[in-house]
């Protein structure tokens, strides 16, 4: 939790002075707190953090402020409250700070209070008796503020100042005003907006369509597209074709084609669309949008021919931050409704050269065009740990794990595919896990995860009392129905939700970082606190929280 520690708010405060802030300015060049890493010693910006992770509705602009108002102790003690009602009041900004008063209701009486004081000392001032309640009764300022409504600086004036108190610039954005209008609509059109009744929709597209047609028509000339006119004018989503490649799309308005342009394509998305493009010369949708149980998702790539999609997820934008922990998994499942299997990739895998050999190896996997070996041509070898280790760095996905039974497959003395398998965690002599299982780059084994998984067991059982395998399925890249597993026999138990850890475009499993481990590293020394969660340990250190599809459990029992 946040202490109040004199020294440390002390030194933060002349720093500020320092570097050109004041009681209600901030420095240009200066919004982000990682910019105030160098600014602040290790410990002085760790106290920043801890604020901010205590009062999680704060930002450090807030910590600026209460730091160099000498309010803080204060903001602890809960005595920055309504001038009214003494009740907690809210933070705006760094150049106003605190609200003076807690609701609009106290608002009005502060402010009544103020205008009332402020009407005696005019009148204290000026020396006039007369019996007024308001200062538009004085004659002369009567007369004056005529003036002043009639002219058009008031108007701008007022504007923004209804843009500065209430986001609105006329009284037909204010809500209680909709209501009423709402109230009109339904006892004339039978609905609150006249746009929502059908015939009056498309009368309006129409119109406005109808004006801007020929702009339109010269626009489409410009992006090498053309639509047909009365679609056009008759539907908000209307169909283009691209003059260039022929294909078809829809569209609310008019757009250049997404499979010729790589507007919005971030470079690992452009690193596949190349691959698919010059490798495997192959046809596919860029940016494809479907319709889904009345929701639109939008996939990176899309490959008809396949009905294979891909997604590229940036572990910045797809991280707990951005999205929510279902996301993914929600993504996987309404396309799979729709008969489409899609692959998901991560950018610092597709960024990272080895990882990304393996990631078009999976998609050439998918698409069935590697070289075909069959299992019968391969000779089946029980292996050591330091045989395999290599090799499942080279052609695995997730990489080497330690694993005390080791087999192989090997076509002409070559090492082409591999299966490994450990003990559980926590039945260890009852159950064992297949670990890994995977093949050369650019082979598919025909037979070959049956013929290692049955000849490995038949060697396991010579030395082990097990009863079942289980296994865990990256959602991904496997589905639930058509998956390896399957064809070995194994039976699909259950779904957990699966996460890593991202830093400086590394990533980092989940078991590393656990809240009892972090207290043993150095990095975590100074911010590791028992009251605080190991997710908000870290994300003082900026790391990110990743959630993929998930991960399948499957169960074969011997």
């Not at 909709?178 to 907006?193: A, C, S």
């Not at 009365?230 to 490649?245: G, R």
């Not at 610092?348 to 998918?366: A, G, H, M, R, W």
Request: proline residues 1%; glycine residues 4%; contains cysteine.
């Amino acid at each position: 939790m946040f202490y109040y520690n004199n020294e440390l708010i002390r030194n933060i405060k002349n720093k500020l002075l320092k570097i050109g802030f004041s009681q209600n300015s901030i420095p240009s060049g200066l919004r982000r707190l990682n910019q105030f890493k160098k600014i602040f010693n290790e410990k002085e910006f760790n106290y920043i953090q801890l604020f901010l992770m205590t009062f999680k509705n704060s930002n450090h602009f807030m910590f600026f402020w209460l730091v160099l108002n000498n309010k803080l102790k204060l903001f602890l003690e809960n005595k920055i409250n309504c001038k009214i009602c003494g009740a907690p009041v809210k933070y705006i900004s760094f150049k106003e700070g605190f609200k003076k008063t807690c609701s609009s209701e106290c608002l009005r009486k502060y402010k009544k209070q103020a205008f009332n004081r402020a009407l005696e000392k005019y009148k204290e001032k000026n020396d006039l008796n007369l019996n007024v309640k308001n200062f538009s009764q004085i004659p002369k300022i009567k007369e004056k503020r005529s003036q002043w409504f009639k002219s058009q600086e008031f108007k701008e004036k007022s504007k923004q100042t209804m843009l500065k108190k209430y986001n609105i610039d006329n009284l037909f954005k204010s809500k209680e005003f909709q209501q009423e209008i709402k109230k009109v609509f339904l006892k004339k059109y039978g609905v609150d907006n006249p746009m929502k009744a059908e015939e009056i929709k498309i009368k309006t597209i129409r119109k406005l369509r109808q004006k801007k047609l020929s702009k339109k028509l010269e626009i489409a000339k410009v992006l090498n597209i053309d639509f047909n006119i009365d679609d056009y004018l008759k539907n908000k989503e209307f169909t283009i074709t691209c003059l260039k490649c022929k294909s078809k799309f829809k569209s609310t308005k008019l757009i250049q084609c997404p499979d010729c342009n790589t507007f919005h394509i971030t470079i690992p998305h452009e690193k596949i669309k190349q691959f698919l493009q010059n490798e495997l010369k192959i046809s596919f949708r860029n940016n494809k949008r479907f319709n889904i149980d009345n929701k639109v998702y939008e996939l990176d790539i899309f490959i008809p021919e396949y009905n294979l999609g891909i997604e590229i997820n940036g572990v910045y934008w797809h991280s707990d931050r951005f999205r929510d922990k279902n996301h993914n998994f929600r993504k996987k499942e309404a396309f799979l409704k729709k008969g489409i299997n899609v692959l998901f990739f991560w950018d610092i895998d597709i960024n990272n050269p080895l990882k990304f050999e393996i990631i078009k190896d999976i998609i050439k996997s998918k698409l069935n065009l590697n070289i075909k070996i069959h299992a019968r041509d391969c000779e089946f070898k029980k292996l050591e740990y330091s045989d395999v280790e290599n090799f499942l760095i080279q052609n695995h996905i997730q990489g080497t794990i330690k694993s005390k039974f080791n087999y192989g497959l090997f076509h002409k003395n070559e090492l082409v595919s591999v299966m490994t398998f450990g003990a559980t965690r926590f039945k260890k002599n009852k159950e064992l896990e297949l670990l890994r299982y995977c093949n050369k780059l650019g082979l598919n084994i025909i037979g070959g995860a049956s013929k290692l998984f049955k000849n490995a067991l038949i060697d396991l059982k010579r030395n082990l009392k097990i009863n079942k395998s289980i296994t865990f399925g990256d959602y991904d890249f496997v589905s639930k129905e058509n998956n390896i597993y399957k064809v070995l026999g194994f039976n699909y138990l259950n779904y957990t939700l699966s996460f890593f850890y991202s830093k400086n475009n590394k990533r980092i499993h989940r078991y590393l970082l656990q809240k009892h481990k972090l207290k043993k590293l150095d990095e975590f020394k100074y911010i590791y606190n028992e009251s605080l969660t190991a997710d908000e340990i870290l994300s003082m250190k900026n790391y990110l929280k990743c959630y993929t599809c998930g991960q399948l459990k499957f169960e074969y029992k011997i």
